[in-house]
């Protein structure tokens, strides 16, 4: 099956300076991102060093080498917050939804903490997002926003994923410290350092199966389907309604042992031909 087109890129980026940008600063990194650079004073209250911020969306590789020129040999640079992006693109709105539902029966964050998002909220309902906001690492998916103007497959529909990260030491971490780290950044190496996908049992029977262990052995068909419809209709399970194999693996931990592992690659293969799982 032919795999689907894939786009990686930094969704949003926010780097702050200790000195201001040159006044031609915003003009010079336009045309390598989706929309104007907003850069602006900022608040030293908390972090006295950083004067100055500047939020990027959608740059490109050919970003950083202005930004480099800019900031010259005199101004120092931080990255606060980045979305590392996934879109895959796709003919159908249904499609789309599909590998949503799909991804979260799969996916497992590397690294994160914190409560678990609750819905419905205030902010970002557009979306599907593991963690409450402003934790170091987030994951976040949603369907029903096309790809943005000045973008490769401009105006075409998506399954988007993103992985955030918050605060400069987890950013760091992640490899992002300067401006060729950006314009070099590994995405591949990223995604499959920070999640981890598994094959999700395909019938009522191999998911109570796996989930019971050596008992499964003493237990009927019917006792295994009774125990995977408990997982199937926990809300505790579930982010923003869809059954999350993160959640699944913090209650049923050894169960990650008697899963297969898959790449993004075999996980989209999986995706494309299971589409929702019509036996669950």
Known sequence: MKPLPRVDEFDIVKLR??????????????????????????SVENHPRWTHTCLLLGP?????????????????MECCYVEMARDLIVRRAELAQELELCFWRSAVLVGSRGSTATYPRDDERWCTRLHKRD??????????LPRKSNSPYEGRLRFHAE??????????????????????????AFWARRLKLYEFPR??????????G???????????????????????????????????????????????????????????????????
């Open 214 to 280: 050596r008992a499964a052995r003493d237990l009927s068909a019917t006792a295994l389907t009774n125990r995977a419809n408990k997982v199937l209709r926990d809300d505790a399970l579930a982010v923003n309604g869809k059954l999350s194999m993160h959640q699944i693996l913090k209650e049923h931990a050894n169960l990650k042992n008697r899963l297969r592992p898959l790449t993004f690659d075999e996980w989209q293969k999986v995706g494309l031909k299971l589409g929702i799982d019509s036996a669950l």
């Open 135 to 144: 934790v170091p690492v987030n994951l976040a998916t949603y369907t029903d």
């Open 203 to 212: 019938k009522k029977v191999e998911l109570g199966r796996e989930i019971s």
């Open 17 to 42: 300076f200790d000195h201001p940008l040159p006044v031609t600063a915003a003009k010079e990194l336009e045309p390598y991102c989706r929309d104007k650079p907003k850069i602006l004073p900022a």
């Open 163 to 188: 992985i955030r990260l918050t605060g400069a030491e987890v950013i760091r971490g992640a490899g992002l410290t300067t401006c060729e780290d950006f314009a070099a950044f590994d995405f591949d």
């Open 60 to 76: 490109t590789s050919g970003c950083w080498a202005v930004l480099k020129r800019l900031l010259g040999t005199s101004i120092s």
